[in-house]
């Protein structure tokens, strides 16, 4: 238990250090997000952010598209986007594939599409890169120890 | 139950509409570790495995996979498997719904070599759950989950477990997220009368055991700039009207069905980090205090067990997608794990590294 006592000091002294109070995430050279933080895979990030190439990595997390970013507000700032008018009923959905809009539907599905607890707690534990089904994961042959 | 779970894989692999379309992902991995058992014995073996799911999607709202593994061994030959499964998964909701309803079922047959035979293994699993969003910022679940395993050459090994878990995710303060979830579960299985163990001449009578579970696990996780992001978890396990069964006890702890099962508590840290440009660095640290059930050594000796188990891992993933074309992401993963035992065949310690490549088309 002693190695959670220093474990708990350790997490209370990056909250002093980094500030416990809350700042929008999204806050970026006096640009601030609207974007509600919500992580409910728990990972720290605000699911919400989006990651246009598909890399698991948020877009507000790499520095050449914020980059990007900023220069393009720049560019338009004298422009407005508006809404394209006359779609009427036009579902978007229908130029997805199947894959596509399943992937966005199991996407509000990282909550509630597993647990913590039951009788093999803890055996989730690690990178969740997918590749250490192996013995040191916690897990072989099906079973977990 | 089993038959319900065999039924619906069997109904969505018939339909095949229009816009029905495929998937694939297969992943290798090659891993060294000097500890392949996980107890004192300390074998070093280096292994390497393969795995490929086919995914198919008749509808938007769901998804059937087809899944195989082959995992092969250097030194212990004969811990090398063979895995095939299926799975189905539905979201019946629409993605405008505050409410998301969420089931899956999938199935598992594991094969060893002749000498591991004992461990194979058929498993079957279910989940529902529900969720519903209360704000912009909160959102609770509920759920049930099913699992039957059935090991082929070794009934006594059997279990069932049903669970119930509730969970509620919400936002303060900015950017800290809160996460609480509790569960009950039940488990099924053959447990062995103590007082046939110790009498003369021995009767091993075998009875039903009825294990209940209760567990509670709050989560903290925020963010740490824009970069690095954390969690700490902490989860409190107890067994409810615990009577100390004994069950049947395997020579390897590694493959031990009772090796999972335990109550005490656990905290974990996890930490996630893009510092490195188009780079995912993962890293954490857990401890675990555990109570095992009471194991039966022949010919008579009752073991109790409890560990203190502490973990560390270390991982670099490298995604790179592609707009047209396959999907890639090599990774690498380091482990150190030290474990204490009341039983002394359980004291070890564990360096592993995995390296492997996961390929998406």
Known sequence: MRIASVLFTSICMIFAISGFGGYVLLADDGIESKEVF?????????????????????????????????????????????????LGGFNLNSLLSNSEIFGKLKFLTRAQSCCRGGFEAGSDFGPGNGIGLGAVSGCAGGVCH | ??????????????????????????????????????????????????????????????????KSEYSYYSELVALGNLMSGAELTAIPTSAESPVVVYFNASYENRSYREAFSVYNT?????????????????????GFTYENALFKNSEEADKEVYGVIGGLNLTFLGSNSLDIETGYTFADFISIEEEGILAYPQVLEEIDGD????????????????????????????????EEPIVYS????????????????????NLKSYHIP??????????WNKRMLRTLE??????????????????????????????????????????????????????????GLTLRM
């Open chain 1, 38 to 86: 919500v992580d409910l895979d728990g990972d720290g990030f605000n699911d919400n952010i989006p990651d246009e190439d598909n890399n698991s990595i948020p877009d507000t997390a790499e520095d050449d598209k914020n980059l990007d970013e900023n220069e393009g507000l720049l560019a338009s700032s004298d422009s407005q986007f508006k809404p394209i008018e006359g």
């Open chain 2, 211 to 242: 294990l209940k579970s209760f567990y509670i696990s709050p989560r903290f996780s925020r963010a740490l700039g824009r970069k690095l992001g954390m969690n700490i978890t902490y989860t409190f396990l107890s067994f409810v009207d615990y």
């Open chain 2, 122 to 142: 058929d498993t079957y699993e279910g989940m529902a759950s529900v969720s519903y969003i209360l704000t912009p910022t909160a959102q609770v679940r509920g």
């Open chain 2, 1 to 66: 139950m089993r038959s319900l779970l065999i039924g619906i894989l069997i109904l969505f692999f018939l339909p095949v509409s229009a816009s029905a379309d495929f998937g694939l992902e297969i992943k290798f991995s090659e891993s060294f570790t000097n500890n392949i058992i996980s107890d004192s014995s300390e074998l070093s073996d280096s292994y390497s495995s393969t795995n490929a799911v086919l995914k198919y999607y008749p509808f938007p709202q769901v998804e059937l996979n087809l």
């Open chain 2, 250 to 269: 395997y020579a390897t702890g590694f493959l031990s069905p009772w090796g999972s099962v335990w109550d005490g508590n656990s905290v974990t840290l």
């Open chain 2, 278 to 287: 188009k780079m995912i660095i993962t890293g954490g640290f857990g401890y």
């Open chain 2, 298 to 355: 022949f010919p008579d000796r009752i073991i109790p067990r409890e560990d203190d188990y502490s973990r560390y891992y270390l991982g670099l993933s490298w995604p790179m997608p592609a707009r047209s074309g396959p999907y890639l992401e090599p990774s690498i993963q380091l482990d150190i794990i030290n474990n204490t035992s009341t039983n002394r065949l359980y004291d070890y310690s564990t360096f592993s590294v995995i390296v």
